[in-house]
C-alpha cells in the first residue's frame, strides 16, 4: 500500500517522578505494543532520553536518528525519529539547536526554561521511490519568544533544506491551535488535523491529557503542500489499562501528491 503512517508522541522523559502505574517501566511495553498494533512507517517522540529511545526498539525492528538536547548525542532529552527500515531509507540527517548557534548545544534561548532542539531527516520511501523530509521538535513551554523564534529556525532550516521535498513538521508545541505558534506554523504549512479527507477521529480537545486530569491541544503534525492527509487520529485508547503517556499519539495516514482538501478547520 502506498499510504504512509506516521506518528507523533510525547512518551515524557524517565525519572522517579512517575510512580506505578505510570513509571517508564509500566509504560514502556504498552508504547511497544502500540507501536507493534499500529505499525507506523515514521514514528517521532519528544522528551525521550536516549536510554529510552534505545529500549523502544528491542526486537520491534524500528531504528531511529537523533542525540539529546544537552550535547546532541547521549545527554539530555531527544527529538528522536523512529522508522521501519523495510519502508524507509535514511539519506541524511541531523540535529539542531533553538538559538542563536543552531550548532551549540545545550543552550537556553529567548527565555526558555530549557535547552531546545529540532531533529531532521530526509527519507526516501521503498515503495514509491518519494524522497521527503521529516522534522521533530519539542517547543519551550514557559517562554513564548522561544517558542515563537524557535519555530521561525525550523521553518527557516526547512526552507533552505530540502525544499522541493514534500516536507512534514512534528511535535509537541506547548502551543493551542488560537495561539500564535499554532497561527505562524500554519502559514506556512497545513495542520494535518484540518485538511484530513476523512475527517477527524479521537477527542477533539486533547492531545496533552496530563493523565486524564486536563485537556489541551499541544501536539501536530504539519504537512507540506506535497502531502495529502488521507485521515486523522488522535488516539485516547489505553493499552493494557494504562496509558502510553501524558499525551495521546497522534496519528495521519498520508500519501504523496496534492488532491482535493477541507476549507475550514476539523
Known amino acids: ?45 519528544q522528551e ?9 526498539t528491542g526486537d ?18 531527544s527529538c528522536a525519529i523512529f522508522y521501519d527500515p523495510l519502508r524507509l531509507e535514511v539519506l541524511d540527517w541531523g540535529n539542531f539547536a533553538l538559538g542563536d548557534n543552531p550548532a551549540v548545544p545545550g543552550v537556553c534561548a529567548w527565555g526558555a526554561a530549557c535547552p531546545r532542539m529540532a ?20 517547543l519551550d513551554h514557559i517562554g513564548m519568544e522561544a517558542q515563537v523564534n524557535g519555530l521561525k529556525l525550523i521553518q527557516d532550516q526547512m526552507a533552505a533544506h530540502c525544499p522541493d521535498f514534500p516536507q512534514l513538521l512534528m511535535g509537541d508545541f506547548n502551543a493551542t491551535p488560537d495561539s ?16 484530513a479527507l ?7 480537545d486533547a492531545t496533552f491529557h496530563n493523565w486524564g486530569q486536563s ?9 507540506s503542500r506535497g502531502l495529502t492527509v488521507l485521515n486523522y487520529r488522535v488516539d485516547d485508547r489505553m493499552v493494557d489499562g494504562g496509558y502510553l503517556s501524558d499525551h495521546y499519539p497522534v496519528i495521519v495516514e498520508l500519501m504523496f501528491g496534492a488532491t482535493r482538501r477541507p476549507l475550514v478547520l476539523a
Request: hydrophobic share 35%; proline share 5%; charged share 25%.
Open 180 to 195: 500564535p505558534v499554532w497561527t505562524q506554523a500554519s502559514a506556512v504549512l497545513e495542520d494535518a488535523r484540518g485538511i
Open 1 to 45: 500500500m502506498n499510504e504512509l503512517k506516521v506518528v507523533t508522541l510525547n512518551v515524557r522523559c524517565e525519572g522517579p517522578w512517575d510512580k506505578s502505574p505510570n513509571s517508564w517501566a509500566d509504560r514502556l511495553p504498552r508504547i511497544r505494543k502500540f507501536l507493534s498494533n499500529e505499525c507506523p512507517a515514521l514514528f517521532g517522540v
Open 198 to 204: 476523512q475527517g477527524v477521529c479521537g477527542p477533539r
Open 119 to 138: 531533529t531532521w531527516g530526509v527519507f526516501r520511501d521503498q515503495v514509491t521511490g518519494q524522497r521527503f523530509s521529516c522534522y521533530n521538535t519539542h
Open 60 to 77: 520491534t525492528g524500528y531504528r531511529f536518528i537523533g542525540g539529546g538536547r544537552d550535547d546532541f548525542r547521549q545527554k539530555g532529552e
Open 215 to 223: 485537556a489541551k491541544v499541544i501536539d501536530y503534525i504539519f504537512v
Open 48 to 56: 525521550a532520553y536516549i536510554q529510552q529511545a534505545t529500549s523502544l
